[in-house]
Antibody, heavy 120, light 110 residues
Framework: QVQLQESGPGLVKASETLSLTCTVSGGSISASGYYWAWIRQPPGKGLEWIESIYYSGSTYYNPSLKSRVSISAHWSKDEFSLRLTSVTAADTAIYYC????????????WGQGTMVTVSS | QSALTQPASVSGSPGQSITISCTGT?????????VSWYQQHPGKVPKLLIYGVGNRPSGVSNRFSGSKSGSTASLTISGLQAEDEADYYCGSYTRSVTWVFGGGTKVTVL
């Protein structure tokens, strides 16, 4: 079955750039009909959708983060990545990658999440 | 885009039914049947509970049901059990080809 795994640094300095990668196994991110997404959850708070990339390569961003984020895919490796610039303490969160089906538009498979702390 | 509105907490006794509301706008909840619900136990990964307003993925108990009226979606948990104590989030696809979540509801089993 499809599994997702996040990887990247757990500690990032304020004003620097956060980069995370999600590796997909048991399936291909090029398979038609799926979006691949990044979602985050600050400690003790709710979920926030960050961005998504469609199997066609189209990208979509949360308007509140659009000026600082980007998503890209390494199609042959079945990996996609998050890049968040000029981080602050407010970006401290668990970052999840997730799969979203084109039909139901829900997040049906999630990675385990990776905690990222922004230090001053 | 604004987060969907959920009550901060809902509680009930074992065996009772509870309902969690999720209010959006005509640009998200009211405009599409793409409302989903997620259950998250402390320290765990969110789990898809309901998709497409009222559909359950395979393996999800039929004690969980979803519905929608206008721009407000609802999740009902019937026959409340101790294991249902968790945080619940609604989510919706939006007209702008983005996604938005609710602030989350903490369910307490008394």
């Amino acid at each position: 079955q499809v599994q997702l795994q996040e990887s990247g640094p757990g500690l990032v300095k304020a004003s620097e750039t956060l980069s995370l990668t999600c590796t997909v196994s048991g399936g291909s991110i090029s398979a038609s009909g799926y979006y691949w997404a990044w979602i985050r959850q600050p400690p003790g708070k709710g979920l926030e959708w960050i961005e998504s990339i469609y199997y066609s390569g189209s990208t979509y961003y949360n308007p509140s983060l659009k000026s600082r984020v980007s998503i890209s895919a390494h199609w042959s490796k079945d990996e996609f990545s998050l890049r968040l610039t000029s981080v602050t303490a407010a970006d401290t969160a668990i970052y999840y990658c997730a799969r979203c089906g084109d039909g139901p538009r829900d997040f049906d498979i999630w990675g385990q999440g990776t905690m990222v702390t922004v230090s001053s | 885009q604004s987060a969907l509105t959920q009550p901060a907490s809902v509680s009930g006794s074992p065996g009772q039914s509870i309902t969690i509301s999720c209010t959006g706008t005509s640009s998200d909840v009211g405009g599409y049947n793409y409302v989903s619900w997620y259950q998250q136990h402390p320290g765990k990964v969110p789990k898809l509970l309901i998709y497409g307003v009222g559909n359950r993925p395979s393996g999800v108990s039929n004690r969980f049901s979803g519905s929608k009226s206008g721009s407000t979606a609802s999740l009902t948990i019937s026959g409340l059990q101790a294991e249902d104590e968790a945080d619940y989030y609604c989510g919706s696809y939006t007209r702008s080809v983005t996604w938005v979540f609710g602030g989350g509801t903490k369910v307490t089993v008394l």
